[in-house]
Structure formats: C-alpha cells, structure tokens
C-alpha cells in the first residue's frame, strides 16, 4: 500500500530528540528560541513566536489584533477547518468569499466582502502556492477600504486597516516575487502538523512582519508571556538560583513549543531548501510529465515567474466529471492499493457551517474545483517507481469509472 503522508523519519531526526530528552530541558526553552531565530531568518519576517500549533497561532493573531463580538473576518471557502473555526472562537463572524481556479481565494471576492466590520482577511497558500499578496495587500491599503476601517482597539488604530493574516500552513519554503511566505504579509502562521512539509509532530509559528510604527520584537515578546499564562518568567529561567518569584501581568494562553518539537523543526528546516523540496519538486514534476498525456487530466500549477510552490501536495482534477463520479474513482484508487485524499471539503458545506446558515452554491468555483478534485500523495520517501505506481493507479481508475 502507498500510503498518503508519512512523515519523514531518519537518525538525524531521531538523534536531535533523544538528545533533548537528555538534555535536561524538554519544554520551551533554548531549542525553541535557537529554531525561531532560524524561521526568522529562513522567511525573512522581523520576528518569529513559535506555538503549539497553527491552529494556535491563528487565534492568537487575532486575539492581539482585537478581533471578537460584532467583527467580520474573510476567510477563502475552500481551506480547512482551523483557518475559519479560529474566528467564531474570538466570538467574531466568518465572511467566506469564493477561491479562483488556482484554488486560492479570490482577491475580486474579497472586496465584495470588505464592510467597516471586516477586521482581517486570512488568505490561505492552499496546497503551497501563494496567494496573489500584492494584489490583496494593495486592496486593504487602498484610500477607500481603508476609509470604511473602523478601528477599536489600540492596535487597530496602530494599523488603520484591515490586518493581513495569511495562513501559510502549506507553503513554508514557497516563493512570491523573490520573497518567501512570512515576510509577505502583517502576520503568517505557519504548521508544523505531521502531515506538513517541515513537521514538529503538531507544532506552528507567528511570523510577524507588521509595518512601521509597530515594533515586531516589542510585539514578540508581549506574545511570547502571552502564549505562557501571562508569567513574567519562562519555566527555564523560574530555574535558575534565586529566580523563583514570578508575577501574572494578564490572562494568557498555554500555546506554547516545546524543545522536543523544536529540535525535529530545526533538522527539517536546515534541509528544507537542498534536501526536502528538491525531491517534493521531483515528485511534481514526475506527476506532471506522466499526467499531461491525458486530455481529462487538469493539472496544478505550481510555478509561474511570480510564484514557486513549497511542493505540499499535488492537486489533480479530472476534467469533465461530478462529485459522485470522483468519489468512485478514489474507490478504485485505493482498491489498487494507492492512498489518495481530497483537499479540501469546502467548509459551507461541513454541517457546523450549514447550521449557521452557509450555503454552498454561493461559492461555485470552490465547489467545482472540490468535486473534481483527487490530491495525490506526495513526500521525501516517495520513490519514483511509486509515483509511477500512484499514476498508473489513477488512470486506471479514471477509465473504469468514466466512459472516454
Ligand atoms: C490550511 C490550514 N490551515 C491551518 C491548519 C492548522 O494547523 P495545525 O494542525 O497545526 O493547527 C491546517 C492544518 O491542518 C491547514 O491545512
């Protein structure tokens, strides 16, 4: 069986965390700051948090930026669920806009949306490939959306405009006009989730990147006694002789990393670059070469001279085809032994999202791109005789399912 998304795991990997087991420090502490300074400079944003997970870091961009009861955040309608459920979570209300063809969420959709309630936008780098930033961060910089702002909170009005939090989950490593994600807009979090190119087990990070006159390292270490219960002292320095006495300055969260996790990160992060996307980007490029032979194949793009996927997964659609037909088709995938998966249900139509009154023929191409859509495993340990295998998989299903 070809299983979807292992994760990479090797001595280096196994190495790095025995030897913080041994190390006499296995929550957050000097593995954690040494990896966010790697992140920070790896995505060149000003300064990097890192979290317990993506999920984490979400929400916890939001509650600094003020978000809560009687605001509204654009969130694209084709993403997973954490992008939208940190947003009723800070009591504010999900705006879902429809996503183009490239599955990414449409910047025309996003300034229907805008009203003087929207707080933030997350655009979410589905599958790796950025979304159109300069586009979006020209949007909320304009004279006329940034009139309809109506600011609350201290950093609100720091801000004067709607906060750009792009939830890079996918894309860590991918590349926009020369820049890496995390330094492409106010805020972006990124996952370290299992199934995630770079992986800590769960895991995520804050990039922050706000603009002048917001200072990131002051903001840095406000988040950072945030994410740990408000304590003025860190666990580790708490240790130290004589250092016990601590104070609580305001009611924090527990979102914070552990070395354990940090120590995965940092193996995965150096061999990111030369190692990790190398392969991913062979993998792509095995699927693409073998697919393109087939009319009903619709590909993925996941480079342009603009914009240079990080590789996450690979985003078939078989043209010409409905959801039913789609679902057949796994079925026979995964008869011949090959795991496949679909990224992703859009969210109006997961029942939480129906109940609040979503409804999904108000996001067409969403819809579109989800029926059609089979996502195809990609990883480091994936050999080329097994994309073959994960190809002829699918072209056979295909054709037992459809009548070409
Ligand atoms: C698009 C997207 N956003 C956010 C997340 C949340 O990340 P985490 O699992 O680290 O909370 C995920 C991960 O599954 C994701 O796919």
């Not at 978000?67 to 997973?80: K, L, Q, S």
């Not at 939208?84 to 429809?98: E, L, Q, S, T």
Request: aromatic share 10%; glycine share 6%.
């Amino acid at each position: 069986m070809i299983s979807f998304s292992p994760p990479r795991m090797d001595k280096k990997i196994v190495d790095a965390v025995v030897d913080t087991l041994y190390s006499g420090w296995i929550t957050t502490g000097p593995k954690t700051k040494k990896f966010e300074k790697m992140l920070t400079a790896y995505g060149g944003q000003q300064a990097t948090l890192c979290v317990s997970s993506g999920s984490a870091g979400l929400e916890f961009a939001l509650r600094w930026f003020g978000v809560g009861e009687g605001d509204e955040v654009i969130v694209p309608a084709y993403t997973y669920c954490a992008t939208a459920n940190v947003v009723p979570h800070c009591g504010a209300k999900v705006i879902f806009v429809d996503v183009g063809e490239d599955f990414n969420i449409s910047v025309e959709a996003i300034e229907k949306a805008i009203t003087p309630r929207t707080k933030a936008i997350i655009p979410v780098d589905i599958a790796g490939f950025p979304c159109d930033y300069n586009e979006i961060n020209a949007l909320v910089n304009r004279e006329d959306i940034r009139k309809k702002f109506m600011p609350e909170t201290n950093e609100q009005k720091e801000l004067g405009r709607i906060l750009v939090l792009s939830d890079a989950a996918h894309s860590i490593g991918a590349w926009y006009h020369g820049k890496r994600t995390g330094s492409l807009t106010d805020i972006t979090v990124y996952s370290f989730h299992a199934v995630k190119t770079i992986t800590t087990a769960e895991g995520g990070a804050i990039c922050l990147n706000l603009p002048s006159p917001f200072d990131n390292e002051a903001i840095y270490q406000d988040l950072n006694i945030k994410s740990l219960h408000g304590q003025t002292k860190d666990a580790l320095t708490k240790t130290q002789i004589g250092n016990w006495r601590y104070d609580i300055v305001e009611l924090g969260y527990k979102f914070n990393m552990t070395d354990i996790q940090a120590a995965m990160g940092m193996v995965e992060l150096e061999r990111n670059d030369n190692d990790m996307l190398v392969r991913r980007k062979e993998v792509f490029d095995r699927y693409t070469t073998a697919l393109s032979a087939y009319p009903w194949a619709q590909l993925p793009t996941y480079e342009t001279p603009e914009k240079q996927s990080s590789y996450h997964v690979f985003l078939l659609r078989i043209n010409g085809i409905n959801e039913e037909q789609r679902d057949e088709i796994i079925r026979e995938i995964f008869k011949r032994d090959v795991a496949v998966n679909v990224h992703f249900v859009p969210l109006p139509m997961m029942t939480y999202y129906k109940d609040a009154g979503y409804r999904m023929p108000d996001y067409p191409i969403s819809y579109d791109n989800y029926s059609r859509e089979i996502t195809l495993p990609v990883y480091y340990d994936l050999t080329d005789e097994m994309v073959d295998e994960v190809v002829r998989a699918v072209v056979e299903a295909v054709e037992e399912v459809v009548n070409l």
